[in-house]
């Protein structure tokens, strides 16, 4: 029997890779090796199954962002790359399904689902306050308010996500990336 850890991470690969409406229950339970009656006991409906997934999604997104971000200052790596690796992940991997579950259930869901809309604002927020943290030690060198790079960056990230999910390649997403956000972070 797999663990709630496992199962709720088969559930947030699923909904990651196939969205909410094309997530049935028989899926949600096969994907966390259940059965329906266990399903429903232990989780209730699959609007709960996603709040969970998402909750998870916000922790490992929060985690490997951190690593990353603590690998790439280790290796000196300049804040225009950093903040690209950033905006990459965590897009096409062996581990993940391609683009990110926030976006795609923030274009899929949007408003419809006020606790789904709160717990993906929530997340994009984190995301941008992390941004906000990486940029303050150049404010002095951007072209415009950190706050603001920062927004920028956002749509940027929501932009390669979307792009990602549709199969681009990782040499184009990086080079999208790189090249975007060293026109935002240098105003050029």
């Known amino acids: 029997m797999p663990t709630k850890n496992e199962v709720v991470t088969a559930f947030m690969k699923q909904f990651w890779a196939h969205g909410y409406a094309q997530t049935t229950v028989d899926d949600l339970a096969a994907a966390g090796q259940l059965s329906r009656s266990q399903f429903y006991r ?14 998870l999604y916000q ?4 985690t490997e962002l951190t690593q990353l971000i603590q690998r790439d200052q280790a290796l000196g790596t300049p804040l225009a790359a950093l903040l690209a690796d950033c905006l990459l992940m965590p897009f096409k991997s062996e581990r993940w399904p391609s683009g990110c579950l926030m976006v795609n259930l923030m274009a899929e869901i949007g408003a419809d689902d006020v606790l789904i809309a709160d717990q993906t604002q929530a997340i994009y927020t984190n995301l941008q306050t992390r941004l906000v943290g990486l940029l303050s030690a150049q404010a002095s060198s951007l072209p415009g308010l950190v706050a603001d790079t920062a927004a920028s ?3 940027l990230r929501t932009g390669i996500q979307i792009l990602a999910k549709q199969n681009y390649g990782a040499t184009q997403l990086k080079q999208q990336a790189q090249t975007s ?8």
Not at 59 to 62: A, K, P, S
Not at 181 to 188: F, Y
């Open 153 to 155: 960056l956002m749509q």
């Open 42 to 55: 232990q989780y209730h409906s699959k609007a709960a199954a996603l709040r969970q997934s998402l909750q």
């Open 59 to 62: 922790t490992t997104l929060d």
């Open 181 to 188: 956000v060293a026109l935002i972070v240098k105003g050029s």
